[in-house]
């Protein structure tokens, strides 16, 4: 048979020879092939979704599992590890906080997140005090880097989780078992005391189901009873723990755990490009914080003039996006922790503090363009929203 018989038979052959002898005559119409690419995205990944509370779930006296379902629509596809935005009002302020999916991707009907009480936190209280089944949520799509790559990240996981920071290690776990994915995880996951640990009988049962998941629980503070690993994920437990090498290492967990545990990963020599760190949201003791102005105390509040619009005031330990909020003035907000940029904003004039790790690019800082969600001001400052 002919070539040209060969691919009269192939279903669509005929529009596309008439659609190309179109496009030769008139040429391409970007602008509604742009609109058509743009309603696949918009519903892949919708700017907003709208969720509604299907179920509430205690996992332990200071957390909670919601089982938030789409109230317009599919919920669009994730990776596990990624989180979700979760918008909302408490006390009168209109903000945001970021969760990290804890459900599996291929459960496609709801998303879970686990909320962790934070003592005097202003939006976990509420969350786990006040959310009922049947109430709305706004939240972004799900959103991040946390989450496997199989060109960089190998055969071999370890997790090294702290309290609430679970949550995207039971979305991969999950995903490992609901796939019977071939790879070798293991999670060590610290909590104070036995009582806090979240999801601890799911993940019983999946380490006994899947051979090729096994996991440690470190307590800090046990009861004598206990008979598992004590004191802190360190460099002496994960070098016994683990055979062999070439382990890729994912952390998430509180700022005290990242303090302690990274420099234990440098010590086995682990390299950089095999630990993947998930982002915490603001610093609580910014003025600890290497290069933090001297001439700037905890209490001192600065002058935010925001152009066109209205001047506030600011306390220099709180990020500039918290301040904002607070004067009504909401800013668009994802990571709320210096790396995803959606909050970048225009410094007319003064200062602001921005730790390491603020992912600034070349040209924010060419062009003065900072990340208020983890920006501190310095000085009195002007911005443009
Ligand atoms: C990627 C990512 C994933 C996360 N996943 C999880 C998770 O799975 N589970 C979990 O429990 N947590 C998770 N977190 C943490 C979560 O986003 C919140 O930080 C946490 O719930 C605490 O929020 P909070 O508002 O209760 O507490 P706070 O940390 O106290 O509040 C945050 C900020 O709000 C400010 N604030 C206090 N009062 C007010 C006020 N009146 N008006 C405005 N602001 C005020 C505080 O100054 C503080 O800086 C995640 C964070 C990130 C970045
Ligand atoms: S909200 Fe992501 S960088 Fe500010």
Not at 297 to 309: E, I, L, P, S
Request: aromatic residues 10%.
């Amino acid at each position: 048979m002919a070539r040209k018989e060969i691919m009269q038979k192939v279903a669509g052959y005929d529009e596309i020879i008439r659609d190309n002898t179109i496009l030769e005559k008139y040429g391409f119409d970007y602008p509604a092939r742009k609109g058509e690419v743009q309603k696949i995205i918009d519903s892949l990944h919708p700017q907003r979704l709208d969720l509604i509370v299907s179920e509430i779930r205690e996992q332990t006296a200071s957390a909670k599992s919601f089982r938030l379902v789409s109230g317009n629509g599919a919920l669009p596809p994730f990776q596990s590890g990624q989180y979700i935005n979760v918008f909302l009002e408490a006390g009168g302020i209109r903000t945001s906080r970021p969760y990290s999916i804890a459900s599996s991707p291929t459960q496609t009907g709801y998303y879970e997140i686990t909320v962790r009480r934070v003592e005097d936190g202003f939006v976990s209280n509420v969350l786990l005090d006040e959310l009922k089944p049947g109430d709305r949520l706004q939240a972004s799509s799900p959103a991040g880097n946390f989450h496997y790559n199989p060109l960089f990240h190998g055969n071999r996981l370890a997790f090294i989780a702290g309290g609430s920071g679970i949550t995207p290690f039971m979305s991969m776990i999950r995903e490992m078992a609901d796939r019977n994915l071939d790879r070798r995880l293991h999670l060590f996951y610290g909590s104070r005391v036995e009582e806090d640990v979240i999801y601890r009988q799911e993940i019983e049962r999946i380490a006994e189901a899947h051979k090729n998941f096994t996991w440690d629980l470190v307590v800090s503070e046990p009861d004598p009873s206990f008979s598992g690993c004590r004191g802190f994920i360190d460099a002496n437990l994960i070098g016994k723990k683990l055979e062999g090498t070439d382990w890729t290492f994912f952390v998430c967990g509180p700022e005290a755990m990242y303090q302690f545990c990274l420099p234990q990963l440098e010590k086995l020599s682990i390299p950089a490009r095999k630990t993947k760190v998930e982002v915490m949201g603001a610093p609580k003791n910014i003025v600890s914080y290497p290069g933090w102005p001297e001439n700037v105390k905890a209490g001192d509040v600065f002058q935010v003039a925001v152009k066109g619009k209205k001047s506030i005031r600011a306390a220099a330990v709180e990020p500039l996006m918290i301040s904002l909020e607070r004067a009504g003035l909401a800013i668009p907000a994802l990571c709320r922790s210096g790396e995803c940029s959606l909050c970048r904003t225009k410094l007319l004039s003064g200062n602001v503090y921005q730790p390491n790790g603020v992912k600034l690019r070349k040209s924010d800082r060419t062009f003065g363009y900072i990340h208020p969600c983890m920006a501190y001001p310095i000085s009195d400052i002007e911005i443009l929203l």
